[in-house]
């Protein structure tokens, strides 16, 4: 079945470097659609941003992701972390129509001043 | 802004009780999912439905039943309750299974003695 891998389980980092979060997938369907969803503590998991073609980069309140087919990738990346972006972001792959989506096991991001 | 209801927000029940969880949206969307969110393990699917009366198994659906009575509610419910299922549970909403937007609700922490 569908899988999704976020290596990352914890990254902790200073504000203002970047931070880079993985996201690879496996799949039979030959047109996925990628998520990434964040949670805020206290809060309820929502979406980030989602993919769009093969290998055009969508941006979202400062993140920005590409979906490579070539690679099975949708990594997650942000120039300049800020304090606020501490949270748990977690990765989604829906195969197509009437299949739900499965979520990787998530990453948790802690950013340091 | 989609709107997800849960209740109750907080449960404690004993090993082997009857527990029912509840969810409402009130969006008119289509699909209803129930997950349960645990540590290293990210969002996991317990079952969802696509309109009132369907329920269609998701990836974790042993111990769990759920009931879709309307377009709006969508429940889950644990007869023989074990204190593996204490965890985090969330519902969501979405219009369409595939590209649309997982919208949350706010969660439901239950603990199983």
């Known amino acids: 079945g569908d899988s999704v891998t976020q290596t990352e389980g914890l990254v902790t980092l200073t504000e203002g470097l970047p931070v880079m979060l993985n996201c690879t997938y496996q799949?039979?369907?030959?047109?996925?659609?990628l998520f990434w969803y964040v949670h805020y503590l206290n809060e309820s998991p929502r979406l980030l941003l989602k993919?769009?073609?093969?290998?055009k980069r969508t941006e979202h309140q400062g993140f920005h992701a590409t979906l490579h087919k070539s690679s099975s990738s949708f990594h997650l990346q942000k120039s300049s972390a800020q304090l606020s972006d501490s949270a748990l972001y977690y990765c989604?792959?829906?195969?197509?129509?009437?299949?739900?989506?499965?979520f990787g096991s998530g990453t948790k991001v802690i950013v340091l001043p | 802004e989609a709107a997800v209801t849960q209740s109750p927000r907080n449960k404690v029940t004993v090993t082997g009780g009857n527990v029912t969880l509840s969810c409402r949206q009130t969006n008119s969307h289509n699909y209803m999912y129930w997950y349960r969110q645990d540590t290293g393990h990210g969002l996991r699917l317990i079952h969802y439905s696509y309109g009132a009366g369907n329920l269609q198994i998701g990836d974790v659906p042993d111990g769990y039943k759920a009931t879709r009575t309307t377009q709006e509610d969508f429940f889950l419910l644990l007869e023989l309750a074990s204190p593996s299922q204490t965890s985090l549970y969330f519902c969501?909403?979405?219009?369409?299974?595939?590209?649309?937007?997982?919208?949350f609700g706010p969660g439901t922490r239950l603990l199983v003695l």
């Open positions: 969501a909403s979405s219009g369409q299974v595939n590209q649309d937007t997982q919208y």
């Open positions: 989604a792959l829906s195969e197509g129509f009437a299949s739900a989506l499965t």
């Open positions: 993919s769009s073609t093969d290998n």
């Open positions: 799949t039979i369907y030959s047109n996925p659609f």
